[in-house]
């Protein structure tokens, strides 16, 4: 079965412009998550959804940043415009119930580089 | 709110060295605690994970004992490969007013060398 998918792997773009991550849970994951990692720090939370609904969006730094999950699908998390700070790793995760109880399974992350 | 402080890197070690990567958080309540490993090139797996004190989680040789007197999940391992080679990073989630977030330490690069 296949893992966690995240599209792209790279995106290198100019402060101002729009970038559109994507991420593919494992098939029949409710849970997804967004997280991110800024250079040398911590993996910070960004949010949770439940099937299309978001369940936890208290991680998003601001709303330059927008999450979508459209059908309880796919995911899309879009940063406009992109800011020098949002330079970063962003990973989805995606499980099948509570972070206690079941292991949440992470892609391999999209690099972000705001010049 | 709840956090977890690890050890900073990188650590090097020689192969078949003894491996102690030190974890404390700060949490209400009784959280879940775990360990993660991001491999050059790879996403984070789980590695070993434990939800309730004095629990002992253990995979791949590495060993982390939940310790709630000490607020500590420290990883240990008794003879490093450099296929060990990598991030670890620990983590917890749930708790007291926490929800299915993982909140996660700043990792710790391990480097063993041959």
């Known amino acids: 079965e296949a893992g966690v998918t995240q599209f792209p792997s790279h995106s290198v773009i100019e402060k101002g412009q729009t970038v559109t991550l994507r991420c593919d849970p494992i098939?029949?994951?409710?849970?997804l998550y967004w997280y991110r990692r800024v250079m040398g720090k911590e993996i910070k939370f960004l949010l949770h959804?439940?099937?299309?609904?978001?369940?936890?969006e208290s991680g998003m730094p601001n709303n330059r940043f927008l999450a979508e999950r459209t059908g309880g699908t796919y995911s899309t998390l879009k940063v406009q415009p992109a800011e020098l700070e949002d330079s970063g790793v962003y990973f989805c995760?995606?499980?099948?119930?509570?972070?206690?109880?079941?292991?949440?399974?992470f892609g391999p992350g999209t690099r972000l580089t705001v010049t | 709110g709840n956090s977890v402080t690890q050890m900073e890197g990188p650590v090097t070690l020689s192969e078949e060295a003894f491996l102690t990567i030190n974890c404390t958080y700060t949490a209400t309540g009784y959280p879940s605690l775990f360990w993660y490993v991001q491999y050059p090139g790879e996403g984070l797996q789980l590695l070993l994970k434990a939800t309730k004190a004095d629990d002992k989680g253990s995979n791949k040789g590495f060993e982390a004992t939940y310790r709630k007197e000490t607020t500590s999940f420290h990883l240990e391992k008794g003879s490093v490969q450099v296929s060990d080679s990598a991030v670890y990073f620990c983590?917890?989630?749930?708790?007291?007013?926490?929800?299915?977030?993982?909140?996660f330490g700043t990792g710790t690069l391990l480097a063993v060398q041959p």
């Open positions: 995760a995606s499980s099948l119930g509570l972070a206690g109880a079941y292991e949440q399974y």
């Open positions: 959804f439940v099937k299309e609904s978001k369940q936890d």
């Open positions: 983590a917890l989630s749930g708790g007291g007013g926490a929800t299915n977030k993982l909140i």
């Open positions: 098939s029949g994951h409710d849970n």
